[in-house]
Protein backbone atom coordinates (compact mmCIF):
# COMPACT_ATOMS: atom_id res chain seq x y z
CA UNK A 1 0.00 0.00 0.00
CA UNK A 2 1.44 3.75 -1.20
CA UNK A 3 1.84 5.69 2.04
CA UNK A 4 2.06 9.51 1.57
CA UNK A 5 3.98 11.50 4.37
CA UNK A 6 3.44 15.47 4.45
CA UNK A 7 6.51 17.78 5.62
CA UNK A 8 6.28 21.41 5.88
CA UNK A 9 9.73 22.99 6.08
CA UNK A 10 9.82 25.15 8.97
CA UNK A 11 12.47 27.56 7.37
CA UNK A 12 9.96 28.71 4.45
CA UNK A 13 6.57 28.32 2.66
CA UNK A 14 8.24 24.79 0.93
CA UNK A 15 6.38 21.83 1.91
CA UNK A 16 7.46 18.21 0.98
CA UNK A 17 5.29 15.11 0.03
CA UNK A 18 7.37 11.92 0.68
CA UNK A 19 5.75 8.55 -1.24
CA UNK A 20 6.72 5.22 0.30
CA UNK A 21 5.39 1.57 -0.84
CA UNK A 22 4.87 -0.48 2.22
CA UNK A 23 4.18 -4.31 2.01
CA UNK A 24 1.83 -6.33 3.98
CA UNK A 25 4.15 -5.83 6.98
CA UNK A 26 4.18 -2.46 7.17
CA UNK A 27 7.60 -2.45 5.69
CA UNK A 28 9.20 -0.42 3.15
CA UNK A 29 9.19 -1.74 -0.52
CA UNK A 30 9.71 1.36 -2.68
CA UNK A 31 10.66 4.84 -2.70
CA UNK A 32 9.30 7.73 -4.42
CA UNK A 33 11.39 9.76 -6.75
CA UNK A 34 11.26 13.47 -7.78
CA UNK A 35 8.40 13.78 -10.47
CA UNK A 36 10.31 14.99 -13.83
CA UNK A 37 8.64 17.61 -15.57
CA UNK A 38 8.88 17.39 -19.33
CA UNK A 39 8.26 20.49 -21.56
CA UNK A 40 5.01 20.42 -23.54
CA UNK A 41 6.25 21.25 -27.62
CA UNK A 42 4.10 21.09 -30.68
CA UNK A 43 5.16 17.21 -31.78
CA UNK A 44 3.61 16.02 -27.98
CA UNK A 45 1.13 18.83 -26.97
CA UNK A 46 -2.15 16.00 -27.56
CA UNK A 47 -0.25 12.94 -26.84
CA UNK A 48 -2.08 11.01 -24.15
CA UNK A 49 0.03 11.34 -21.01
CA UNK A 50 -0.02 9.06 -18.54
CA UNK A 51 -1.15 10.84 -14.68
CA UNK A 52 2.18 11.90 -12.32
CA UNK A 53 0.93 9.69 -9.53
CA UNK A 54 -2.28 7.03 -9.70
CA UNK A 55 -3.46 6.36 -5.92
CA UNK A 56 -6.36 4.37 -4.77
CA UNK A 57 -9.34 5.85 -2.38
CA UNK A 58 -7.76 4.97 0.81
CA UNK A 59 -4.08 6.33 -0.67
CA UNK A 60 -5.54 9.77 -1.00
CA UNK A 61 -7.43 9.90 2.15
CA UNK A 62 -4.12 9.06 4.29
CA UNK A 63 -2.57 12.12 2.31
CA UNK A 64 -5.86 14.24 3.08
CA UNK A 65 -5.22 13.20 6.84
CA UNK A 66 -1.34 14.03 6.70
CA UNK A 67 -2.17 17.69 5.10
CA UNK A 68 -4.64 18.24 8.27
CA UNK A 69 -2.49 16.88 11.02
CA UNK A 70 0.03 19.54 9.45
CA UNK A 71 -2.28 22.05 9.76
CA UNK A 72 -3.40 22.60 6.48
CA UNK A 73 -7.58 23.45 5.63
CA UNK A 74 -9.61 23.95 2.53
CA UNK A 75 -9.52 27.45 1.60
CA UNK A 76 -12.81 27.99 1.02
CA UNK A 77 -15.93 25.74 2.39
CA UNK A 78 -19.29 26.29 3.19
CA UNK A 79 -19.41 27.92 6.79
CA UNK A 80 -20.89 25.89 9.23
CA UNK A 81 -23.15 29.37 9.96
CA UNK A 82 -24.79 29.01 6.40
CA UNK A 83 -25.47 25.35 6.52
CA UNK A 84 -27.33 25.42 9.55
CA UNK A 85 -29.25 28.59 8.16
CA UNK A 86 -29.73 26.62 5.02
CA UNK A 87 -31.37 23.59 6.87
CA UNK A 88 -33.39 25.78 8.96
CA UNK A 89 -34.90 27.70 6.05
CA UNK A 90 -35.98 23.75 4.79
CA UNK A 91 -37.18 23.13 8.06
CA UNK A 92 -39.75 26.53 8.08
CA UNK A 93 -40.56 25.37 4.88
CA UNK A 94 -41.94 22.24 5.21
CA UNK A 95 -43.38 23.78 8.47
CA UNK A 96 -45.02 26.40 5.56
CA UNK A 97 -45.76 23.09 3.17
CA UNK A 98 -47.83 20.81 5.73
CA UNK A 99 -49.93 23.83 7.33
CA UNK A 100 -50.83 24.70 3.58
CA UNK A 101 -51.53 21.20 3.20
CA UNK A 102 -53.31 20.90 6.58
CA UNK A 103 -55.72 23.77 5.55
CA UNK A 104 -56.61 22.42 2.06
CA UNK A 105 -57.54 19.19 4.29
CA UNK A 106 -59.72 20.94 6.57
CA UNK A 107 -61.83 22.80 4.01
CA UNK A 108 -61.25 19.96 1.05
CA UNK A 109 -60.51 22.69 -1.34
CA UNK A 110 -57.44 20.87 -3.23
CA UNK A 111 -56.82 22.14 -6.41
CA UNK A 112 -58.26 21.12 -9.47
CA UNK A 113 -60.83 19.11 -7.08
CA UNK A 114 -63.02 21.86 -6.92
CA UNK A 115 -66.53 20.88 -5.98
Known amino acids: MIKLFFEREPTSARCFIHIVDQDENRQFTHRGQPVVMVPVTE????LASQPAISLHYEE???LMDEL???GFRPSSTSSETDLLGAKD????DLRNSQNTLLAL???NKF?????
Open 89 to 92: QHIQ
Open 60 to 62: VQS
Open 105 to 107: IGT
Open 111 to 115: PGREQ
Open 68 to 70: WNS
Open 43 to 46: ENRY
